[in-house]
């Protein structure tokens, strides 16, 4: 941003936002008095200005321009791509745990692994929710994103192949992240992660319910174990074989 004070508040979670040059500062001031202006009787106007207004402040860039992907000259290409979270299908999921994973150090290998700035945007993107529920209703166009359902917005920067080849990895591996699986591969790593770093905690998450527990709290493969070695399976006897007779001797 321009490094004014109201922009210094922003808090830190809102970080990856790109810097709006003074071109992009001026779209945005004469976009926001086109709204004024605007009646109720033009919904559409206002629905198109405010799709304008979120993707300045998403790449950056002023829409109605025309990017050419310049591969001669090899100049870095700015991508980015909001990816789908599946949040009304399984309500009661928490995707932003997972995506996150403890002390969010899923999300930053998932960002070094693929080269590629991974945002959490979206209702219940916020670990406060009450301010979330300020921020989504003070009509700022920064914090527009949390009017929508849970999404991801992964960008990078890079020469235009190489742009298209972080992004192309990033969205296979992010799907791992979004498939509502509390006993996948990725939530056992995590799980493994958690007993390091609080033990304490990752037993609660273990015994509670967060685990698919019933109403004593423990989980069901234990419950399975249980009754397993109770009802041990029955093995079959093996036949009895007589013994070999000897052969008489005259």
Known sequence: MNGTADNSEKPAFHEHQPRLNDVAQEFLADVDKE?????????????????????????????????????????PLKITQKVFVPVKQHPNFNFTGKILGPKGNSLRRLQDETK???????????????????????????YAHLQKDLFLEVSTVATPAESYARMAYALSEIRKYIVPDKNDEVSQEQLREMM???????????????FGGNSDGAPKFINLRKRAAENPPEVNKPEEVAPKRQPTIF
């Open 116 to 142: 590629c700035k991974i945002s959490i945007k979206g209702r219940h993107s916020m670990r406060d929710r009450a301010k979330e529920d300020q921020l989504r209703d003070c009509g700022d166009p920064w």
């Open 35 to 75: 709204r004024q202006r605007l009646s109720a009787e033009f919904p559409l106007c206002a629905m198109l200005i405010d799709e304008a207004v979120a993707r300045v402040y998403s790449t950056g860039r002023i829409p109605g321009k025309e990017f050419y992907a310049d591969v001669y000259q090899q100049r």
């Open 196 to 210: 390091n770093i609080d033990p304490e905690s990752a037993k609660n998450l273990i015994f509670g319910k967060k």
